[in-house]
Structures are given as structure tokens and as C-alpha cells.
């Protein structure tokens, strides 16, 4: 019987959030479902599962997104099925906020503000603390999140940009920041040398 693939879900899977999680991946010795990505998820979660199993690593980051989809979308459909599925270890999740107080709320464990400071609320799409100081993220694909019970959800901006401060030419540094909180938290790092403690910092 094979080993379960360890899984971190993403949501959000425009171009630059692409690179930029193709990026990490690499960073943490990890892969990244790129084709999971897109405006909405162009995948159903069958597809993706498979694409999960392909990866050449045990540790895999998987993109998904609504495009701004009223009510549930194809990406948080993706998102529920392979949080469900079986075959893998769900570390957790990173709940990516949108620009709009209307989109739905997702409670988060902790977010990563723009300056890779971690706190025990929201943040805004700039990476800014939410002004509220409550433990939710507001985005168009982390509804289903709140359903899921999963074991680490963290709040962030923007991936690849939170006003240049995510950039992919310095390695988006706050999503790594991000990821490596998931990890942490999961209990991942405990049992792996994915990251060293010298790498830890964005």
C-alpha cells in the first residue's frame, strides 16, 4: 500500500499565483498541481487526483479557484473533492482574500501579513491586518473551507503580490512564509527535513 501524498490546498490559481506556488514548491522540495490553476479550476477533482499521484514528490501544493463564482464554484467543488479524498494527508490550507468584505468568510488558525509577521486574524488582499482583528479571510474561493475541518488554515494576501512585497523574482517570500507555517503546524517538519531552521524566514 502506498504512502499518502501530503497535501497543502491553495486557493487561488491566477497566472502569477501559479508561478508563484510553482516557486515554493521548489523552495520546500515539494511539487505544485499548476494545471489545477486558472480562472475558474479548468480540472474536476478526478483529474487533479490523478495529477496528485503523478507528482514526483510526497509533498504537494494544489491550486484552486472560483474566479469570483457566485455560491460554489467549479474550484471549491475540486477544493471539497480532494480534501475528502482518501488517498492523501490534508496539512492544511492557505485561504487567500479577496478585494470585497462581500465575498465569503473563512475563519483561519492565523494569518501572514504582508511583512511575514504572523497573527491570530485576518488579512485583506494588500497583506494588511484586518481592521476587525476577527480570525477570518474574505475571498471568492474559501467557503468551503469552514466545512472541511481541516487541521491548519492560513490567512494570506494576494499571492505574488501584496503591493510587491510577494514577488516572484524574490521568491515570494510571504507565501513561503505561509506554507512553512502549514507545515509546522501540521506537524510535517517534525517528521521530515524539508526546511531547515536557517531557511525558515521569508
Not at 486557493?11 to 505544485?32: H, K, L, P, Q, Y
Not at 494545471?35 to 514526483?56: C, M, V
Amino acid at each position: 500500500m502506498p504512502t499518502k501524498k501530503s497535501i497543502i490546498l491553495i486557493t487561488d490559481g491566477d497566472t502569477i499565483a501559479v508561478r508563484a506556488i510553482e516557486r515554493v514548491a521548489n523552495r520546500i522540495g515539494g511539487r505544485s498541481i499548476s494545471r489545477s490553476g486558472g480562472n475558474p479550476t479548468p480540472l474536476e477533482g478526478p483529474k487533479i487526483q490523478r495529477l496528485i499521484w503523478e507528482a514526483a514528490s510526497d509533498l504537494v501544493l494544489v491550486l484552486f479557484d472560483d474566479n469570483g463564482h457566485t455560491g460554489v464554484g467549479p474550484g471549491e467543488r475540486a477544493l471539497q473533492y480532494i480534501a475528502t479524498c482518501k488517498d492523501f494527508q490534508v496539512l492544511g490550507a492557505l485561504a487567500v482574500a479577496s478585494n470585497s468584505y462581500s465575498s465569503v468568510a473563512a475563519r483561519v488558525h492565523v494569518s501572514v501579513t504582508k511583512f511575514g509577521q504572523i497573527i491570530p486574524y485576518g488579512v485583506d488582499k494588500h497583506g494588511e491586518p484586518l481592521k476587525q482583528k476577527l480570525p477570518f479571510i474574505y475571498g471568492d474561493t474559501v467557503g468551503v473551507l469552514n466545512e472541511l475541518n481541516l487541521p491548519v488554515v492560513v490567512g494570506i494576501g494576494d499571492i505574488g503580490k501584496m503591493r510587491g512585497r510577494d514577488i516572484i523574482d524574490r521568491d515570494s517570500p510571504i507565501t513561503y512564509r505561509a506554507v512553512l507555517e502549514i507545515l509546522r503546524r501540521s506537524g510535517y517538519l517534525k517528521k521530515t527535513k524539508t526546511a531547515t531552521s536557517k531557511d525558515n524566514n521569508p
